[in-house]
């Protein structure tokens, strides 16, 4: 109230109570009253049932016109804050309840931050193209015809679909046309509208090691999963459809496949497993669900391509860029056998384009330029020392731990002394290093032996803390048995 | 072939035919022979079964190494389009399916475009701030801390919520904290999350007239709903289980309601109306929907205020930026009781922020930065002519036709005679008008007398087409009964 800026009366009301109305100067007379009942009402200053000053008298006290106060009580009667009734005069409503919500009191959802994160799955925050990004954004959404402010084409921007279309011929070898394309935010929405949506139904066979929170997609969809095998030359395909007892006996529908570069295991999948899969699709109307969660990403030698060039009619190809950029982007696509298009439109819902128009525009002219290339080199060259760093230092440090799945991707697996897994995450843990071990990848059915090991996400720290992150790893892995 | 970048060789295959082999010039040898044989698989000139030449005899025909020739055999042995078996040499897959799938050979998806467009629900998409927007965007992205490039969280970013929390407290009236705030990619998402994830639960009682995209959202959910009545002081609100016989008999769990501007009828809901609705979730355990479409478009007055202000324990407050900025950013929030906020969480899935980070944090600077307002404040200026400029010309050339609803929001109803509504939505397609009838969105089951009507969205055109637009229009209304 010292603020020279504001109004200052005391209002006594009819309960005898000292009311201090604070007006702003600025803006409109009654907007200024308005806010300052309401403020009033809601600070519990102003009581339900508190019967408010007749206009003329409020007029008089605040200095303003009589029809100010008329508006402003007509505008909180309106909201309900107020009410009015002939013969008892404007009066702060019962009904309002005077405390705004506060904060939940519990402890705060986020887990604290580790000190060292060496999760899987996240490409390192720091190195989002910012400068290119904005430049794209800033070309994309000037040269971007009026239309796309308008409700939109539920598969995604043109723009983008032709993008990728070409891109991902180009880079993964993907058969397809832009037609075949949906843009969604992710893999766990394509998943979602999947299964959620009817396109496709289970049961679904999957790796035997992959993510959980796939697995409990689809379990919400109602999904079954049965796990194939896995050996040196990656998941078992050929178990599909050829043995009953294999696939739960009940047959899958389709496979779930990270043939690039096995989650979490790291190995690509053998040529002759990748045909037996588009085989089994083929000749028994199932379908291969490809995640290439990270399938630019490969170290020694140049990409595999994707199995969808196999036969682009029996695999449905997933891809986006929360490993490649971002994954606060929410940015992936589907490639589609067409004649899974049409389902998949009616379950995405036709209004619905889920992906911001401006990061499509955007991607769309960051892949056209030539910008996504020089970024996932750039990143390719960064990881590639990243990995290096982690075979030398474990080399130097800890020469019995084994290192796989090196070749390509954003993690690699370390192999633990049998038993060892739990109490080094616990030691991790302690060390404040997030880290995850293989066990929870591993799917609750299958019958491959349980191997102790960490999945190390090398990507996931700033590039200034790698090194004290590897540091502290090598802190907490298990000694050589004697 | 008469490109100079390109070297071309004719191989004579095992089986006589002659193969070319077009190599660019640019980047790895190893890659351009590995995309060339895999272009002629897809094309079919190497059908399955060829047997490849030697790497010998190929490399001495290309002037490449003969490791060239190797490696570049092995990658597509890798990935499946060659197969290579001890003593048959190298040979294409037999599965290959030659084919790339082709665009749908089927009618078009979009619909013709029609010459004028007054549908409802559309901002002029000609106005988006695509200047202000990118600068705001160029500002955010660079500004962003780098964890915004992280998972991130799945409730929204913090500068959103906050920015939201302020703005929608001072414009609307809301009482909230950034806390209670998760961001979403409109009120379809919302509705999905909030019935389809088991935040809520049915029967819901709806207004006898609204967008029946929503009801069959609610249907597909599995939940029942229940119109209210309709009459001069909006939708009976007054009748929520107070009679267990407009409500179905089984009780509304809760209410979804346009107290801003009634969607489509275009009133406000009454003060009591809207305290009733409050009052009933107080003390029934029952939730009120807001659904604030169009809540800052209020053209004789200023805004009505949010129903979630009364009490923010039991209104769940929708809103967007698809009137006010545009449908295409797919971006909206829900202001949630303190109680709901975890249930929806687990519905929206904690991994999943499904609104991209850069539109986040673009649109909290939009906000913060003032340009929010100055673009609310432009459109408001441009639509209250838009709607002037309909009032007169229905007084000059159809003065037998009423328009309510008018005092808000992008849209206004045109009250036709009895019996007329099928006939002039046919003339206006024949037209090339596209508009919606009142019929579409009246509730099947509500017992409020029929009305002809047309729903007239007047911020969709493009400002240069306004005119033309309502001059058409004029030419197919009904004329005046004799």
Redesign the interface.
Known sequence: MSDPRVNSVTEASRKGSDLHLDLRQTGSR??AL?DAL?EAV?TGRLTPGTRLPPYRTLAVDLGVARNTVA?AYA?L?????L?ARQGSGTRV?E???AK?????KKAQ??PARPTHDLRQG?PD??S?P??A??AA??RA??A?P????????S?GRPELRHALADYLGRVR?V??????IIVC??F??ALRLLFGGGVLSGPVAVESYGLP?HRSLLATAGVRTVPLGLDDQGTRTDALGTNPATTGGSGARAVLLTPAHQFPTGG?L??SR??TA??WA?TRGGVVLEDDYDGEFRYD??P??A?Q?????HVVYLGSVSKSL??????GWMVL??HL?DAM?AAK?E?????????QL?FAEFVASGNYDKHIRRMRQRYRVRRNRLVEVLAERAPHIDITGIAAGLHALLRLPTGTEASTLGAATGNGIAVDGLATFRHPDTDVPHRDGLVIGYATP?EHRYSAALDALCGVLPLPRA
């Not at 009026?146 to 084409?153: K, L, R, T, V, W």
């Not at 971002?326 to 940015?331: E, H, T, V």
């Not at 619905?352 to 128009?357: D, P, S």
């Open positions: 009654r907007a308005a309401r809601r508006d505008e009667v309106a909201e309900g804050w009410t409503a009904r309002i309840a705004t919500p506060h904060g939940p959802v986020e996240r925050a720091t989002f910012r400068t990004w904005a954004a800033r959404i000037t971007a009026h239309d796309a402010f308008g409700p939109g084409d598969r070898g058969r397809t046309t832009p037609d075949h935010s992710g766990a929405h929170f690509p053998h040529a990748r045909t588009v085989d083929r030698r140049e595999v391509g199995v060039g196999l036969d682009p009619h971002s994954p606060a982007l929410r940015l056998p067409p298009v439109l819902g209004r619905e384009a889920w992906v911001g128009v401006t990061d955007t700033a």
